[in-house]
C-alpha cells in the first residue's frame, strides 16, 4: 500500500515515515502543500495522509483541490485543531478521517485500515484476492493452489496494482509511478524485470493467472487462456 504524508514538521514527519515503513507500507513524503497537491494528483496513493496546517499551501486547500479534481483516495487530516467547527470543515471539504495531534501510530494505523476497506476500495484490513490467488500485504505474502511465497516490496507493489485494476489494462508510466513513485528516475526497462520476477511468482504458487503484455500500452492480469 502506497501513503503520501504531507507534514511540515520535520521530526514527527520521520518519526511517521519510519513508523509507517517498518508496517510495510510505501510512503512518499513532502513538508509542504505545493508537493502534496502535485503529489496528489498522480492519483496513484492508497491513502494521503495531510496536515491541516502546511507552508505555501493549507491543508485544507491541498484536500478541496484533490476533490475538484475527481481524485477520491482517501484522505486522513491531521491537525493540532481539534474543535467541531475544525472537524466539520475538513470533513465537509471532503476528509475521510480526521485525527488530533498527538496519537499513538497504533490508532493512525487503525485510521488507515479503517479508510481503506470502505465500500469503495477492495483491499480489505487482512488480504487481497483475485482468481486462484490470495495476498497477505501486510506479511509480503501470495498463496496459490500450490503453495506460498513472499514478495520483495516492488513485486508487492506491482501486484496490488494489478489486484486493484478490476481487470484493467494498466499503461506502462502508470505501473511505473505506483511501484517506484513520481520522483524516481528509474529507467523503463526496470519494469519489464519486475514484471518477469511476478510472472514467476504466480506460476510458482501454481496460479492460472498471467500477466499480459499489450503492445503499446502496458500490461493486464487475467487467466491463462
Not at 491541516?52 to 483541490?65: F, I, K, N, S
Not at 467541531?84 to 501510530?105: C, R, T
Not at 485510521?111 to 481503506?116: A, E, P, S
Not at 526496470?190 to 503499446?216: P, Q
Request: proline residues 4%.
Amino acid at each position: 500500500m502506497r501513503i503520501l504524508l504531507a507534514e511540515d514538521d520535520e521530526k514527527l514527519n520521520e518519526t511517521l515515515v519510519y513508523g509507517l515503513t517498518q508496517a510495510g507500507f510505501v510512503v512518499d513524503a513532502c513538508f509542504d502543500g505545493e508537493d502534496a497537491l502535485f503529489y496528489g494528483e498522480q492519483n496513484i496513493y492508497d491513502v494521503i495522509l495531510l496536515d491541516r496546517m502546511l507552508p505555501c499551501m493549507q491543508g485544507t486547500d491541498v484536500l478541496a483541490a484533490l476533490r475538484q479534481k475527481g481524485i477520491a483516495t482517501p484522505v486522513i487530516l491531521i491537525t493540532a485543531l481539534g474543535t467541531l467547527s475544525d472537524k466539520v470543515e475538513g470533513l465537509d471539504l471532503g476528509a475521510d478521517d480526521y485525527l488530533v495531534k498527538p496519537f499513538a501510530q497504533e490508532e493512525l494505523f487503525a485510521r488507515i485500515r479503517c479508510v481503506t476497506r470502505r465500500p469503495r476500495r477492495i483491499m480489505d484490513e487482512e488480504s487481497l484476492s483475485l482468481s486462484d490467488i490470495l495476498w497477505f500485504p501486510t506479511e509480503c505474502r501470495l498463496t496459490g493452489p500450490s503453495g506460498s511465497c513472499t514478495l520483495s516490496k516492488r513485486e508487492a507493489a506491482l501486484l496490488e496494482a494489478f489486484l486493484k485494476s478490476g481487470g484493467a489494462t494498466l499503461p506502462r508510466n502508470l505501473l511505473l509511478l505506483k511501484v517506484w513513485g513520481p520522483d524516481s528516475d528509474v529507467e523503463e526497462g526496470n519494469l519489464d524485470n519486475y514484471i518477469h520476477f511476478l510472472r514467476r511468482r504466480l506460476k510458482t504458487v501454481g496460479s492460472i493467472l498471467n500477466i499480459k503484455t499489450v503492445r503499446g500500452v502496458g500490461y493486464s492480469m487475467a487467466n491463462n487462456s
